[in-house]
């Protein structure tokens, strides 16, 4: 297990954007498949988008054209960038890892070993 501690959420109105982090410590977060997962009250957790590990980024379908991943692997941190953010979109968001040896690119949330505690975000129409 490799601790990661997600930041950046909080409320917002519909059409704002939010720009979320995750640090994570004690691993090479560059070698690492990392990712971002949405639930909301009663629903299952959902894919986001997720940095491969050779970096390359990939989205899922729910903020696809929103969003946009970057990770910096010097500060072992990921982010996740939310534009025109809609009220379906509030939710818990989070940061994910999994190392290279077991998953390379995945943006199923079972594929992944180690996880964040979320940050909240809400938008309010």
């Known amino acids: 297990q490799v601790p990661l501690v997600e930041s950046g959420g909080g409320s917002v109105q519909a059409g704002g954007s939010l720009r979320l982090s995750c640090v994570a410590s004690?691993?090479?977060?560059?070698?690492?498949?990392m990712g971002w997962f949405l639930q909301a009250p009663g629903k299952e957790r959902e894919g986001v988008a997720y940095?491969?590990?050779?970096?390359?980024?990939r989205y899922g379908d729910t903020v696809k054209d929103r969003s946009t991943t970057t990770r910096e692997n010097d500060k072992s941190m990921l982010s996740l960038q939310i534009n025109s953010l809609k009220a379906e979109d509030t939710a818990m968001y989070y940061c994910?890892?999994?190392?290279?040896?077991?998953?390379?690119?995945?943006?199923?949330?079972?594929?992944?070993?180690?996880w964040g505690q979320g940050t909240q975000v809400t938008v309010s129409s």
């Open positions: 994910a890892a999994v190392p290279p040896r077991n998953q390379m690119s995945t943006l199923r949330a079972g594929d992944y070993r180690d």
């Open positions: 004690g691993f090479t977060s560059g070698t690492y498949c």
């Open positions: 940095i491969t590990t050779y970096g390359t980024p």
